[in-house]
């Protein structure tokens, strides 16, 4: 029998998810399933009867090269997590109907940690009713944040991102003879793993930014100052990156120490933004020189036209291994990159217990961080710069780099008709 | 005699601005220049002796293909105005001694309007005093707002960066099943040409953005609010393109409509952020739904990572076309770009008399932005499109665009010692 998968995709956009939703397809067709669904905006979409046949989506070899080239989640994304199985029985009991209708026997959802506790319950009710469908989740995270993985697709094009930017943006800071502070902002709650990226921008030919502060360390804005008045002795244009997710030793976030306006996303997390606005004033205040904030914004997570091919051909590996794993018989796994060795870079695909990755988080460890909290180490450095090595050129057509197009998402989703 | 030749770099940064260097310095090696002085830090930084000997620098071709790829000003730039000559008779008198003092036949300078001006001041004093140095200026600036010259050098990249940019974003803001509405800020003061290129985004595979709001049109914040909840009613995810320039009627920017710091550049411009900020506030606390604000700040103008090709190498001509002129004699005059057809593209140099150039801004034509002001029209994608054609690849070393460093000019000016 042609067994039957369904693909969702969860969580924040990066330029590597679609790579891995390929892998996923391809590998699916490959290996001869039957119907090769896609849930359009994720379970939530899917709860409220919204899927895609891929087949007629992906079509061609050329449809597949541009999806791997196009950022943010083609099916749809969502911030939604599932109740506990107790307070939500009818959501299960829909899920699982909605899945047998359609005669799924493997589900794959590719997210990260909070997408992982979909997979993680997924499966677990699944057990309580004797369901024969596999879950196997597949990571996906700009914020290389998830455990037991040793990192994360879309990690890589998000640290080739900003070490690529930071390396103009200190050329942009040194075009004028004066003294200059340029604060720039990037993702990551708690984690410093895209920020410190940021160290990648020294090199041969570029100093690189001059601090780097992550989340790990608490951040103290007097000490601060004067760091940055002491590098400006010996040095006119200086550049810090900053984590959105710094704090101040009180626990509070450094961005809300004014008083702009608080969002929040789809799980409650506050959204982060005006770290480097604060710091870049502060600095004005109190130094006196010209100063510059610059918010990478969701460009560090969408911006597919500079992707890491390392990135995006680990993605792709990381959804065929999911089908190979479900359709061997796992479930309740999420497949994992295992670093084989640095030099030459090697790294595997395995398979690791949900339950131990789902809702945990990664951080930075304290030995890659110096001692003065301001900066990555060499160690720091080895682990990243490989992911981030040789390009996926975009597909240029009439001089901007081409995707592809969800016909069949637009109808359903986005167009409110 | 081998004339000696000097090339100065003035204004704000470009990714383009370095492929005219490189088209002063081969073209004035291949028609037999003597030496091919570069000023460090422009007109301002030669004032105290500040120069360097480009053959030391630019010595193989892969420096000259490293240096077509290197954003803001390898020589450095200065944003500094020449006094009224009756003001600062000493000023010219120490510029004319300098440039004596290296025997300087021919004199160069890459920049915008203000820069023009420091062209068109030296010829006026160097016809006063009967001097045998010709003074030709090669336009650049992102805003593509000088006159006579069809378009400017730097733009295209600029151009072809905010539509590229404008596309990922488009597709981020379409990954969660919700309402949305991202407003992105794009520089240009008063001229709306950068942020009309945002219309470039629609295309076969993107909607584009939903409106364009450039400074040449007074903005009427309610009627903003009103379109955009319009827009709403048929579409989640929309997406708004606003130059950092637009005003109320009024007159006041609509960045002053909130408190926060004021900064200045150098020529005493103010310094405009805040845009996108202070209206996807206002949306959020109106229409309620969840907003997000972009500001590309330098990254526009110093992404050489994606810059164009046509741009680059009409950069590099332009250059090369202000040697040849200055060989054969002419001074007071600024390289100009002249369209010849569109279909297929094609574009020469001219030159024309600086006096008409110095000083003055070109908008963009009433004619090409729709009535109600909330777009361009297809004159004007036509203008612009052919401008962003092709790329010319970064040449990447691990993992990341290489650019040709400046060490001597780090030694004489950004390190103080």
Known sequence: MRENVIVGQSGGPTAAINASLVGVFKTARERGAGQIYGMVHGIQGFLEGHYLDLREHIQTDLDIELLKRTPSAYLGSCRYKLPER???KEIYEEIFRRLDQLEIRAFFYIGGNDSMDTIQKLTDYGDSIGSPIR?????KTIDNDLMVTDHTPGYGSAAKYIGSMLKEIIRDGLVYDLKSVTIVEIMGRNAGWLTGAAALAACEDC?????????EIPFDIQQFISRVDEVQKHKKSVVIA?????????????CDLTDHLEFKDDFGHKILYGTARYLSDRIYRELGCK??????????????HIASRVDITEAFQAGGAAVKAAFEGDTGKMVILRR????????????????????AEKKVPR????????????????????????????????????????????KLSNRIS
Chains 1, 2 share one sequence.
Request: with cysteine.
């Open 367 to 410: 030995e890659w961080i110096n001692k003065e909290g301001t900066f990555v180490t060499p160690e720091f450095l080895s682990y990243v710069r490989p992911l981030i090595q040789a390009e996926l050129t975009p597909i240029m057509v009439d001089g901007l780099p081409r995707h592809l197009y969800c016909e069949g998402r637009s």
């Open 242 to 254: 900053v984590s959105e997710g710094i704090r101040v030793p009180d626990g509070r976030y450094v």
């Open 291 to 304: 100063t510059r904030a610059i918010e990478f914004n969701t460009l560090q997570r969408c911006a597919a």
């Open 86 to 88: 107790q307070e939500g």
């Open 207 to 215: 100093e690189g930014p001059d601090m780097i502060f992550m989340p």
């Open 135 to 139: 879950f196997v989740g597949i990571p």
């Open 340 to 359: 084989i060795s640095n030099e030459p870079y090697q790294c595997t695909t395995a398979l690791a217990d949900v339950h131990a990755i789902a809702n």
